[in-house]
């Protein structure tokens, strides 16, 4: 989900300047992107979730730029503790994607098994990332970053469990395969993730 880091101000021009296409899709689309990189960026919270609802009353019956509104809203919602509004925004976001969009589904359940394992159910993180047989197969084969989106996620539901054996083993296949395919985001997150592991059991030199 969101993590936090300075927007600059020509960072916030660029996403002003292509906001104003002359093609509404795409502007919308802009704009969407525009304030959800003002969330991760240290933004107003308030007054992103604001422009984000707004945002979406615009959206009407286009897909994509719906559920990136959607999608925002949640990183909102997961952002400031409400984790029962999250789950519910990410499973609108999959009964969206029911039919041709099989790949979007999984990767927003994977999302949701992040926010449950948030909310202390562990049981329902691990169903929802690990007991979908007919989807197993999809993750390893229809898409490498799926793959890693999955392996992460599951990393970091048994880290936040306590479980740090199987997570350091998930971070490991994580970096392994961001090795094999140079996705660094996924590398850089499971590094923290080991690092998180060796703190907790006082291995500070592992750590730093």
């Known amino acids: 989900?969101?993590?936090?880091?300075?927007?600059?101000?020509?960072?916030?021009?660029?996403y002003v300047k292509s906001s104003d296409s002359e093609h509404h899709f795409y502007g919308l689309l802009s704009k969407i992107w525009?304030?959800?990189a003002k969330l991760y960026y240290r933004g107003d919270i308030v007054q992103v979730n604001e422009h984000l609802e707004?945002?979406?009353q615009c959206t009407c019956t286009r897909y994509l730029a719906r559920r990136e509104a959607l999608m925002g809203?949640?990183?909102?919602?997961?952002?400031?503790?409400?984790?029962?509004?999250?789950?519910?925004?990410l499973q609108q976001?999959?009964?969206?994607?029911?039919?041709?969009?099989?790949?979007?589904?999984?990767?927003?359940?994977?999302l949701k098994a992040i926010v449950a394992s948030k909310q202390g159910d562990h049981t329902l993180a691990r169903e929802l990332i690990y007991k979908a047989p007919k989807s197993s197969q999809f993750f390893?084969?229809?898409?490498?970053?799926?793959?890693?989106?999955?392996s992460c996620g599951a990393a970091c539901i048994e880290l936040t469990a306590g479980a740090y054996d199987k997570a350091e083993s998930h971070f490991i296949a994580t970096i392994e395969?961001?090795?094999?395919?140079?996705?660094?985001?996924?590398?850089?997150?499971?590094?923290?993730?080991l690092g998180e592991?060796?703190?907790?059991?006082?291995?500070?030199a592992l750590a730093a």
Do not use: P
């Open 34 to 36: 525009h304030w959800r």
């Open 93 to 110: 976001i999959v009964e969206m994607s029911e039919g041709e969009r099989s790949h979007d589904i999984l990767w927003y359940t994977v």
């Open 140 to 150: 390893e084969l229809r898409s490498a970053f799926i793959f890693l989106h999955r």
């Open 177 to 193: 395969g961001c090795d094999i395919q140079g996705h660094l985001n996924f590398k850089a997150y499971s590094k923290r993730g």
């Open 1 to 14: 989900m969101a993590r936090m880091r300075r927007f600059t101000a020509s960072a916030d021009k660029l």
């Open 54 to 56: 707004n945002l979406l």
């Open 197 to 204: 592991i060796a703190f907790a059991h006082d291995d500070l």
């Open 73 to 89: 809203l949640a990183e909102v919602a997961f952002c400031e503790g409400r984790l029962s509004e999250a789950m519910d925004i």
